[in-house]
Nanobody, 123 residues
C-alpha cells in the first residue's frame, strides 16, 4: 500500500506559477509510474501529465503541454508538477496517482491516489 500526499496548491493570478509535489512518506516511488490528474467543478477528471519509472519518459495532456513540466526526484521520494503561465481554466483539484509499473497514461491504470490539492487561478 502506498499513501500519496500532494502539496503546493493555492491561489494565483493568471500568468502565475505553482509547483505541486507528490510524495509517498515511508515509501519509494522509484519503481512507480506517477501521474497527475485534475478535476474541475462539474467536469470529469482528466489527465494532466505522467512520468514513467526507469527511463523517466513523460507525457502531457494537450491543454497543458508547453506550460507544465513533470519531474521526479527519487532521492526525495517526490514527483513534481511545475505549472507556469497558469490560466483560469486550470482551476481544479489536482491529484497525483501511482502504479507499480514503468508506465501508465490512463486514469484506470493507477492503483494509488492522493487526496488532492486545490489550484485556483483568477483572471
Amino acid at each position: 500500500q502506498v499513501k500519496l500526499e500532494e502539496s503546493g496548491g493555492g491561489s494565483v493570478q493568471s500568468g502565475g506559477s505553482l509547483r505541486l509535489s507528490c510524495s509517498a512518506p515511508g515509501s519509494t516511488l522509484d519503481y512507480y509510474a506517477v501521474g497527475w490528474f485534475r478535476q474541475a467543478p462539474g467536469k470529469e477528471r482528466e489527465g494532466v501529465a505522467c512520468i514513467g519509472s526507469g527511463d523517466g519518459r513523460t507525457f502531457y495532456g494537450e491543454a497543458v503541454a508547453g506550460r507544465f513540466t513533470i519531474s521526479r526526484d527519487n532521492a526525495k521520494f517526490t514527483v513534481f508538477l511545475q505549472m507556469s503561465n497558469l490560466r483560469p481554466e486550470d482551476t481544479a483539484v489536482y491529484y497525483c496517482a501511482a502504479r507499480k509499473s514503468s508506465w501508465g497514461r490512463r486514469e484506470q491504470d493507477y492503483d494509488y491516489w492522493g487526496q488532492g490539492t486545490q489550484v485556483t487561478v483568477s483572471s
